[in-house]
């Protein structure tokens, strides 16, 4: 079974923000692909494997994007009901 929370090292391998690309918003490390367009392409209906190759990153990237994107809706407030 996979870690509910991956180690933060594990992410950074893959994922990194710089705001001077893509205006700060998480991109795969070494790439302009942002987590938001990975999530979106797998939401689409596209595989991992697709993902990769659409946007040419490994689809260990395309692992750890949904990861940092899974942690990071863990982290935000519940909507009120």
């Known amino acids: 079974m996979a870690e509910a ?3 933060p090292e594990e992410l950074e391998h893959w994922i990194t923000s710089d705001e001077s690309v893509r205006f700060g918003k998480p991109i795969v490390r070494g ?5 938001e367009e990975v999530v979106g392409a797998v939401a689409s209906g596209l595989t991992l494997a697709e993902v990769g190759e659409e946007f040419d990153i490994d ?15 863990s ?5 009120a009901q």
């Open 59 to 73: 689809p260990q990237a395309v692992q750890a994007a949904l990861r940092y994107a899974a942690q990071a809706a």
């Open 75 to 79: 982290n935000e407030r519940r909507w």
């Open 5 to 7: 929370h991956p180690r």
């Open 31 to 35: 790439t302009r692909v942002t987590v």
